[in-house]
Nanobody
């Protein structure tokens, strides 16, 4: 099982970035997928989640209205579109696969993790 996140980089405040996460999981279409981030010296925190069919999503308050997650089950890929980026969004972003179909916001509900991609927002 492998989750490969890509799309990170350096962007100015107010800019946009799109992350992708390709998953080599046979049961991808039956799993909730999540995005988390971890800034230096801080704990990993929930960013966004999307249920198995893509009909429901959840977001951290800090990113609501700016970030959008989506998925393409035919491509085993989940996406995170980040708009109006702020310096406090700077972190390593991880995608993760939950063991169930329903939305989860806690790290403990996810059993597969990608390697992370760096997002840096300059002021």
């Amino acid at each position: 099982v492998q989750l490969q996140a890509s799309g990170g980089g350096l962007v100015q405040a107010g800019g946009s970035l799109g992350l992708s996460c390709a998953a080599s999981i046979r049961t991808f279409s039956r799993r909730c997928m999540g995005w988390f981030r971890q800034a230096p010296g801080k704990e990993r925190e929930f960013v966004a989640a999307i249920n198995w069919i893509g009909g429901s999503t959840d977001y951290a308050d800090s990113v609501k209205g700016r970030f959008t997650t989506s998925r393409d089950n035919a491509k085993n890929t989940v996406y995170l579109q980040m708009n109006s980026l702020k310096p406090e969004d700077t972190a390593v972003y991880f995608c993760a696969a939950s063991e169930t179909r329903l939305l989860h916001t806690s790290t403990g509900a996810y059993d597969y993790w990608g390697q992370g991609t760096q997002v840096t927002v300059s002021s």
